[in-house]
């Protein structure tokens, strides 16, 4: 064979060596890696806005833009890492990330005054599915039975937990069910314009903070938490002030972590270790000290509404599958929401906003 032959099998090798699966330990650290940035960063934002009752949500997620596009354009500028400079064609490539973003944070914001804190949570669960069915349209993947029979089980353990629930609001529902489809949307769009062709995976962080920073400064001014976190009379206490930036560089993390869980694993994969978090009951136990929740007592134990138990076994067994694995005052529920709304998410994302 000559050398061009040779040096070209050697590509095509090198080529088919990338193009397969990745390895299992990076699946199972990425995804470990999301679920600890993400529960580490309910954790500082509780103490935000429960100790310290800092008033605006949304500027913490400013913020965590902020702190992103700084972190990844230092990065670039000193060569650690690289995404293409920016063109009239950037904005293109990005459609429609930053619209998906919108949506997810406004469908978001707009169900967490509409419904109790445990269905809020169970109904986000439907992120799941969706994120399933848009892979299978969008980006073309096919997925075992026992992905899709455990998928169908956390279906039907939310609609159990939803039947149980006697303040039934079909505002809020629409809302949180629209809500899952903006997160389900902008879960499988990330992963599609991570491809190297396109953004890789620092130009979609990087962009997509840019384009949203700006309108994100405008809303909060708009409404007033802008006003409100200028005013705020902890900037000069310094333990407050390492936290607040410590949420920011978290939120880097948690944005960086999803979109390496998604490189790694699949947006469904990212979206059932974000519902293993959620179904653990954290926002529960941490937020929801002053909301009532509907529950039946037993033999003197609080028992959640039915469905929560199956809700949750049916999205552990969907994860051994996939990785082969045998406010205000009291912070109350509707702002911690909203903390999750922007700093969770897109997710998160939101509710990445993450959902």
């Known amino acids: ?12 090798g090198g080529d088919a060596a990338s193009a397969g699966p990745p390895p299992r330990g990076a699946q199972l650290l990425s995804a470990l890696f999301y679920g600890t940035c993400s529960f580490l960063l309910v954790l500082v934002n509780k103490a935000l806005l429960t100790t310290y ?5 949304v500027i913490l ?20 890492i690289h995404f293409p400079d920016f063109d009239k ?37 439907f992120t799941i599915p969706l994120t399933l069915l848009l892979e299978t349209i969008i980006l073309g993947k096919q997925y075992s039975v026992n ?20 303040a039934f609001n079909l505002e809020g529902y629409i809302f949180v069910f629209l809500n899952d489809i903006f997160t389900a949307a902008n879960g ?60 920011c560089f978290l939120g880097f993390l948690l944005m960086y972590s ?30 929801n000290s002053e909301q009532p929740v509907k529950t039946e007592t037993t033999g003197g134990r609080r028992k959640h509404p039915a469905g929560f138990e199956g809700l949750e076994s049916g999205t552990e067994l969907q994860t051994d599958w996939q990785t082969g694995a045998g406010e205000e005052g009291g912070a109350g529920p ?22």
């Open 258 to 287: 999803t979109v390496l869980c998604s490189h790694y694993n699949s947006p469904l994969t990212t979206a059932v270790v974000g519902a293993i978090k959620h179904g653990g009951g954290l926002e529960i136990l941490l937020f």
């Open 61 to 80: 997620g400013i913020g965590q833009m902020a702190a992103t596009i700084m972190i990844l354009y230092v990065s670039k500028l000193n060569k650690i």
């Open 334 to 355: 509707t702002q911690a929401r909203e903390c999750e709304a922007w700093c969770l998410g897109p997710g998160s994302p939101p509710t990445a906003p993450p959902r």
């Open 53 to 57: 009752r800092f008033p605006s949500p």
């Open 147 to 166: 992905i899709i029979v455990s998928v169908f089980a956390i279906i039907l353990g939310a609609f159990i937990a939803a039947g149980s629930d006697l």
């Open 188 to 247: 499988v769009y990330t992963k599609q314009k991570m491809d190297p062709k396109e953004l890789g995976k620092y130009g979609v962080l990087f962009y997509n903070a840019c384009f949203m920073i700006v309108p994100t400064l405008v809303l909060s001014a708009s409404t007033g938490d802008l006003r409100q976190a200028t005013e705020f009379n902890q900037w000069k206490n310094v333990l407050f002030l390492i936290q607040f930036l410590l949420s």
């Open 1 to 12: 064979m000559s050398a061009g032959g040779q040096a070209g099998a050697g590509v095509a």
């Open 89 to 125: 064609k950037i904005p293109v490539k990005l459609f429609p990330l930053p619209l998906l973003y919108v949506g997810n944070h406004i469908s978001g914001l707009s169900s967490t005054s509409k419904l109790s804190l445990p269905m809020f949570t169970v109904l986000r669960k």
